[in-house]
Structures are given as structure tokens and as C-alpha cells.
């Protein structure tokens, strides 16, 4: 049988999602395995149970097992198979590789990744000592590598959102859904992982809001949804969407082409290339709408502390960023206040000096020894 291929076919969209199957096959396991007989992973199950327990994310649930996995891989290597085998020395040797590390592309691990590496190792350490699995902790004094906060490499002016926003081709359904997508993105400036688990009664088009549901820290918020963003999720939902359906509906908003919630790469891949087409070589995808929307309100006069309750940040801190970024207010008061502006030079037209009205030096006399 001949493979079905994608055309760009006016709307309506032929129902050959039913006929699709994803593949599966070949897919590679990421990161390093634990030995599955170490006995430190009875030890960091009951760990996971007892962050579950506290009503930690998922994201921190997985986040945890995964900086565990990679650390019990390594200790078992080494033969340590017991939280008290565990010194301080040992995580010291575990945290230089970190440090030296080097991607495929050449480039080192940000301090960032480090710490999402090395943090859950001081939770878990710091619980086996309150369980009383061991008697002292040994990452009490354990130093992780400094965050810097940097601005972000680019922000897209308003002009660069809108030419990506109109890359989608509209005449099909995925367009539509993809023209959702980004229409979303800017309006509300929501993290990819929240898109993502949107569900069908948590985007009101009629109210013109959103509710992100577990956003980071496990925080609901509801957030203002943009007259264009509504209709073109309206579009979109009452339209394209049935037709991504295959079997059983879980109720989640934006649909992929096989009828599931999207995978955080996946949707990352799917905007990228949107970008790409549009002409912009930047880093970053779905974010680049978040900062772009956060510094678009911020020029345009919005109090800061709203923006903050859009992106759902705990702390005002995270938020000021955003006013080191737009500069458009200091341009203006810069332009206004600063001595060397363009008018006053023209203004102060004094002809040079020749040389015989230029003061003379008078030498300086020299010791005499």
C-alpha cells in the first residue's frame, strides 16, 4: 500500500487521521538506567511516595526520579548501594563531572541543569536523615553552583510575533489548530507544559480567559484570553477539532494529528518551525512568546504586578526582568535628559580653532641634579 501523504487539501480536511499510526518502534531510552537489583532504589522510591505524599507536581515527582536515576547509575558503578555509603566526598565527585560535562554540540551544561541535577539529591539525603535511614546528612553541606540571571538572547518586536503568526496555512485543519496555538502562546503567555494539559472547559472564549490548571508550584490562575486568540480558538475548537478525535475523548484542548495532548518536544519542534519559516534564527521556541507578550504590555504602560499575575510567577523579582528588557521608557527619558543629543550639537555650530588660537604648553622646567 501505497503512504498516505499530506497535502495541502482545502478545507474541509479528508478524515485520514483514523488510518494513521503512530509509530513507536525504536525509541531510545534517555539517560543512564539504574541497576535495577541496587538496593539505593527501594530508597528512592519511598522517597517519590513521600514527595507524592506532600502533593508535589508531577513535574517535581519526575524531576526528582530522574536526577535519582542518574545518581544511583553512577553510585552503582562505584559498588555504593546504601544511603550511608554516601559522604560528602562522594557527591563532590559526582558534582565535578557536572561542571565538565559536555553536550553532543560541544556546549557545557548550564548551572541551571546542574542544579536540577544536584537539588533533589540535598531533598533526598535530607529526608533518609529525618527517617532515620542514615545519621547524619551529607549534603547539609553540599555547595551548588551560582545562578545567574540573564536576560533574555532575544525579544521579539511585535512585527516579528505577527509575521510568525500568520505562517500557518488557515485552508487546513492543522493550520488552523497551529494558528490556535501560537494565537494562544502570545495572548496569554502560558508555559508550554500548560498548554499542553488545557482542557476543553478550561478555555472560556465567551468570557475571554484561560485556566491554567497545576501550573509550576501546583498554582491555578486564570488569565485574560485576547478578542483574536478567542476567535481563532473558537474556530478551531468547533471546527477542526472533532476531526482529531480518534476514540476516546480525553478532553484535552489542542490535539495532535493521531488525536493525543501533545509532547513537550513535539509542540516545541512544531513552533520552531513556524519561526524558522518566517525568517528568524533565534534560540527557543514557545517561550519566545511569553517574553515577547511580558515585554510588549510592560511598553505599552502595564503595571508590572499584572504582568506578574499573568505568568504566575511567586516572586516580583522574576517579573522585574522584563524592565531591564524594555527599554523603549528609558530610550525616551534618555533621549530627553542627555546632553548629547543630535538638536543641541547643531545648535552649538562654533567654527575650530586654528592653531595660533590654540594655548600654548608651556614646558615644563627640568631638575637640575
Not at 553532543?104 to 539529591?121: A, D, H
Not at 508550554?192 to 501550573?215: K, M, N, P
Request: net charge positive; with cysteine; aromatic share 8%.
Amino acid at each position: 500500500m501505497a503512504p498516505i501523504r499530506r497535502t495541502r487539501t482545502p478545507y474541509p480536511w479528508p478524515l485520514l487521521l483514523v488510518l494513521r499510526a503512530k509509530h513507536r518502534a525504536g525509541a531510545k531510552r534517555r539517560g543512564p538506567v539504574p541497576a535495577e537489583r541496587n538496593p539505593l532504589n527501594a530508597y528512592a522510591r519511598e522517597f517519590l511516595e513521600w514527595t507524592r505524599a506532600l502533593g508535589r507536581s508531577d513535574q517535581t515527582v519526575d524531576t526528582r526520579e530522574r536526577a535519582l536515576k542518574r545518581f544511583i547509575a553512577w553510585c552503582d558503578e562505584r559498588g555504593i548501594e546504601h544511603p550511608k555509603d554516601v559522604t560528602l566526598a562522594i557527591l563532590e565527585r559526582y558534582q565535578r563531572p557536572l561542571f565538565h560535562y559536555r553536550k553532543p554540540n560541544g556546549e557545557p551544561l548550564t548551572f541551571g541543569s546542574q542544579q536540577t541535577m544536584l537539588v533533589p539529591l540535598k531533598t533526598f539525603f535530607q529526608w533518609a536523615t529525618r527517617e532515620r535511614h542514615i545519621l547524619y546528612n551529607p549534603a547539609s553541606e553540599l555547595l551548588l553552583p551560582r545562578l545567574r540571571r540573564r536576560l533574555p538572547k532575544r525579544i521579539l518586536a511585535i512585527a516579528d510575533v505577527e509575521a510568525i503568526i500568520n505562517e500557518p496555512n488557515v485552508a487546513t485543519p492543522a493550520g488552523m489548530r497551529d494558528r490556535a496555538i501560537l494565537e494562544m502562546f502570545y495572548s496569554t503567555g502560558i508555559r508550554r507544559s500548560e498548554l499542553i494539559w488545557l482542557a476543553l472547559y478550561d478555555v472560556d472564549t465567551r468570557g475571554g480567559a484561560v485556566t491554567v490548571r497545576g501550573g509550576k508550584g501546583g498554582r491555578d490562575r486564570v488569565v485574560p484570553l485576547g478578542e483574536r486568540a478567542c476567535a481563532w480558538a473558537e474556530r478551531y475548537r468547533d471546527d477542526v477539532r472533532p476531526q482529531l478525535v480518534a476514540g476516546r475523548d480525553a478532553g484535552v484542548f489542542f490535539l495532535t494529528d493521531f488525536g493525543e495532548a501533545f509532547e513537550k518536544n513535539r509542540l516545541g519542534d512544531l513552533v520552531k518551525g513556524y519561526i524558522e519559516r518566517a525568517g528568524f534564527d533565534v534560540v527557543g521556541a514557545c517561550h519566545l512568546f511569553r517574553h515577547a507578550m511580558a515585554t510588549h504590555m510592560l511598553e505599552a504602560g502595564c503595571d508590572i504586578r499584572f504582568i506578574q499575575a499573568i505568568l504566575g510567577h511567586n516572586d516580583l523579582e522574576t517579573t522585574a526582568i522584563y524592565t531591564q528588557v524594555s527599554i523603549t521608557k528609558l530610550k525616551e527619558i534618555h533621549a530627553a535628559t542627555h546632553p548629547a543629543r543630535l538638536a543641541r550639537l547643531t545648535s552649538i555650530d562654533a567654527p575650530p580653532r586654528s592653531e595660533s588660537t590654540k594655548p600654548q604648553r608651556t614646558p615644563r622646567p627640568r631638575e637640575v641634579t
